[in-house]
Nanobody, 115 residues
Framework: QVQLVESGGGLVQPGGSLRLSCAAS????????MGWYRQAPGKQRELVAD???????YYTDSVKGRFTISRDNAKNTVYLQMNSLKPEDTAVYYC?????????WGQGTQVTVSS
């Protein structure tokens, strides 16, 4: 059974930083591309960043230069380092494993950027 457990969310002031972690189990982690998505109230879930098995990355335009996705295959964990946070980054952030049967999702972690 696939389990993805996110952590690291919280309340931060504008300009601050957070590091999200997603620990995976039940999959061959190194064989799966991984992604971070977010969903703000009243909005659709959107892709924030993802990373292939080979380490290639993609970022949505609004986070380029501020967020960094990385993975540690030895720890079965994917990270999202978020710097220079803005109020519009406020959302529930979800980790996803890209599987041939479709995405597997974590439960999400709340990120709130507010003064």
């Amino acid at each position: 059974q696939v389990q993805l457990v996110e952590s690291g969310g919280g309340l931060v002031q504008p300009g601050g930083s957070l590091r999200l972690s997603c620990a995976a189990s039940g999959i061959i982690f190194s064989a799966n591309a991984m992604g971070w998505y977010r969903q703000a109230p009243g909005k659709q879930r959107e892709l924030v960043a993802d990373i292939t098995t080979g380490g290639s990355t993609y970022y949505t335009d609004s986070v380029k230069g501020r967020f960094t996705i990385s993975r540690d295959n030895a720890k079965n964990t994917v990270y999202l380092q978020m710097n220079s946070l803005k109020p519009e980054d406020t959302a529930v952030y979800y980790c996803a494993a890209y599987r041939t049967s479709g995405h597997s999702w974590g439960q999400g972690t709340q990120v709130t950027v507010s003064s």
